[in-house]
């Protein structure tokens, strides 16, 4: 079955900081890759998406390219703010067509920015 | 502002219990998610439907779940009898194309 996998963390950065969160994947058909975000006591909101390969997603300065070679999906960003605290889901959705379709997630990366 | 709504957001409810969970989704959007998020096993998804159909529920444990859409501006999850293991957060989606946007949750205590 398809599955994503990613540091758990938690991930403690300096503000300023340069931030990488790892993020690899297996799926039986050929996925759309997200990143969502977690602030404590809310749902997740959509952070970027890619749908083929060497796509860049991006936003809000995080960005991640779809790599199909090594499966892999890692999010970046170069500078993190205290308020980019929060616990960040790489996750994949194989399209069977006429709409989104369910995400497989990974575990979650806590991310600490301390000022 | 178009949101996911989730009733209720939090609560407890002893051992064998019937619990009843609601989603409004975002008017327009034609899929229906819903998804649990434990610290065990993380975010999974239990069933969807597309245009008020069931499409897959192949997460959800049979014997005491049941997820259903009975009009375009409404989403049920039910269980019955609800045990311990049950108690987790509960999360509605909508979507259109390939965007889903996550209601708040339904935080679930099972005592």
């Known amino acids: 079955g398809d599955s994503v996998t990613q540091m758990e963390g938690p991930v403690t950065l300096s503000e300023e900081a340069f931030l990488t969160i790892n993020c690899t994947y297996t799926a039986t058909g050929y996925p759309s890759l997200f990143w969502y975000v977690q602030y404590p006591g809310e749902g997740l909101q959509l952070l970027l998406k890619a749908t083929k390969a060497d796509d860049k997603g991006s936003n809000k300065g995080f960005e991640a390219t779809y790599r199909k070679e090594t499966t892999s999906f890692h999010l970046e960003k170069g500078s993190v703010q205290v308020s980019d605290s929060a616990v960040y889901f790489c996750a994949l959705s194989v399209s069977a067509g006429g709409g989104a379709d369910g995400l497989t997630f990974g575990k979650g990366t806590h991310l600490i920015i301390q000022p | 502002d178009a949101r996911v709504t989730q009733t209720p957001r939090h609560k407890v409810t002893e051992m064998g219990q019937e619990v009843t969970m609601r989603c409004q989704p975002i008017l327009g959007h034609n899929t229906v998610f819903w998804y649990r998020q434990t610290m065990m096993q993380g975010l999974e998804l239990l069933a969807y439907f597309r245009n008020r159909a069931p499409l897959d529920d192949s997460g959800m444990p049979k014997d005491r779940f049941s997820a259903e859409m009975p009009d375009a501006t409404l989403a049920t999850l039910k269980i019955q009898p609800s045990e311990p293991r049950d108690s987790a957060v509960y999360f509605c989606?909508?979507?259109?194309?390939?965007?889903?946007?996550f209601g708040p949750g339904t935080r679930l205590t099972v005592l």
């Open positions: 989606a909508s979507g259109f194309l390939l965007e889903q946007f």
